[in-house]
């Protein structure tokens, strides 16, 4: 009970440390940024502040490390790519050369070193032309594993990270998937659209001015194409990544549970349920 008070303690005492308009700014721009051409105007109306004070507060918080980065999320899988979650065995003796080794693909985008049998996971992306088996079996091979799994998402319950800032309630994103797949093929001006959107996002009146100039373009050519992709959900959002120990989030875990299958659905929606999961 000590430990659990003590961890509680440690994230409301960073969180208490903000300015109540720097956590409630925390919480907008963690759970979206609008497609619009002055979102922080916007993001300043409903907190009745100016929009001067919101992107001097957001450059504050960005420059002392409570915000990582500013950028579109998007979702890989109705760009056409496939991802897949892997579990790697190594002896321990050769885990750090292996961890150097999966970083180093371009498609990983987390990896963590566990105490189990399978004691490397991490998240793959390749596109769908490409053989994400052999990809696997040929990174298990120069990390000298012993075994790997393939753990490929069947149900998406839970998806997105937004930490309270306020409360220290935990994860209060609640995003789900799209209900069905886009058929519409990705085109040229997608692409630009979506690498523009990856890029750090300014934080300024007219930050979407700032990014569709850089390529020539317009700020209704960048929101017409953001909004489309959005509608189709390949565009989750555009969001805030905050860094979770500087808000006194310093404990994560990942739980793996054998759930009889006729059960899966009702966990799986309980489980989605509590503000501590990110992810299920």
Known sequence: MQSKLHKWNATYNAISALHPLDAQLLNHVQYSIPLEREP???IGSSL?????EVIMRLNQLKAS????TISGIFDASRLGYQTMLVAMAVPDSKLDDAAIIINAHSGVSHNYARNAEFNLWFTLTVPRTENLTQVVSKLAE???ATDWLLLPTLRRFKIGVALDAVGGRGNIFEGTDASSKPTRPITDEDVQCICLLQREFPIALRPYDEL????????????????????EGRL???AAIVRHRKLGYNTNAMVVWAVPDELVEQVGRKLASFPQVSHC
């Open 40 to 42: 922080y105007a916007t």
């Open 48 to 52: 009745n502040i100016a929009t001067d």
């Open 65 to 68: 490390g409570f915000i990582r």
């Open 142 to 144: 120069a990390c000298n």
């Open 212 to 231: 569709a100039r850089s390529i020539g373009k317009t700020y209704e050519w960048l929101l017409e194409r953001a909004q489309l992709l959005s509608s």
């Open 236 to 238: 989750r959002r555009i």
